[in-house]
C-alpha cells in the first residue's frame, strides 16, 4: 500500500481530493509516468503523419497504433485524477454507511487495513504482483450522510493509476448507500 503519512482528512473532503504528504520518489514516479504516456501518446501520430512514408500502404496497424494512443492518454487523465475523491450521498448516517461498507468490501475479498473513525481502507493484491506489499487501495472517508472515496495502486516500478475498476466500485457503492 502506498504510504499516505499526514493524510488530513478535512482538507482532503473540503477540496475533494486525497491531501498527504507524498515522498520524492512518488513524486518522481509520477513525473516518469507522464513522460512515458506522452511519448506513447505522441508517437502514433509521428509515425502516422510520417512525410517520407507510403501512404499507399497503410495498413491496419497504424489504427492500431492510435488505439494505443488513446490508452496511453487515459492513462494520463487516470493519473491526474488519480486522488480525486468520488462523492456518494448515502441516506443512512455514517455508522451505517460504514458497517454497508466494510460488509460490502468483506464480501468482495478485501484486506482490511484501516478502519477508524471517519476512514476506512481496504486493499487487494495486485493482479501480476510478485511482491505482497504492492496492492491497491480503497480508501473511503464519511462525512455525515456523504462517502467520499477513490483507489489508488501501488506497483513495482511506476504507480500505474488505477483504469477501470473504479467503476464498478462506484456503481457498487452508490447501489449499497442508496
Excluded at 12 to 30: A, H, P, R, V
Excluded at 84 to 96: R, S
Excluded at 119 to 148: C, E, G, P
Aim: with cysteine; hydrophobic share 40%; charged share 25%.
Amino acid at each position: 500500500m502506498r504510504s499516505l503519512k499526514n493524510l488530513n482528512i478535512k482538507k482532503s473532503i473540503e477540496q475533494n481530493k486525497l491531501i498527504y504528504s507524498e515522498d520524492w520518489l512518488d513524486k518522481f514516479g509520477t513525473i516518469v509516468l507522464y513522460l512515458f504516456f506522452s511519448w506513447g501518446f505522441i508517437l502514433p501520430f509521428l509515425i502516422f503523419f510520417d512525410s517520407y512514408r507510403n501512404y499507399s500502404k497503410t495498413g491496419f496497424e497504424y489504427y492500431l497504433l492510435f488505439i494505443f494512443s488513446l490508452f496511453c492518454a487515459f492513462t494520463i487523465y487516470r493519473k491526474a485524477t488519480e486522488k480525486q475523491l468520488t462523492k456518494i450521498i448515502g441516506k443512512y448516517n455514517a455508522e451505517e454507511n460504514k458497517l454497508l461498507i466494510n460488509q460490502y468490501c468483506e464480501k468482495k475479498g478485501f484486506e482490511k487495513h484501516r478502519n477508524s473513525g471517519n476512514v476506512i481502507i481496504y486493499n487487494k493484491l495486485n493482479y501480476l504482483a510478485l511482491n505482497q506489499r504492492f496492492q491497491t487501495s480503497r480508501i473511503f472517508l464519511l462525512h455525515k450522510n456523504d462517502i467520499y472515496f477513490t483507489m489508488i495502486k501501488e506497483n513495482q516500478k511506476m504507480n500505474i493509476p488505477v483504469l477501470f475498476s473504479q467503476i464498478s466500485l462506484k456503481r457498487d457503492i452508490r447501489n449499497l448507500c442508496q
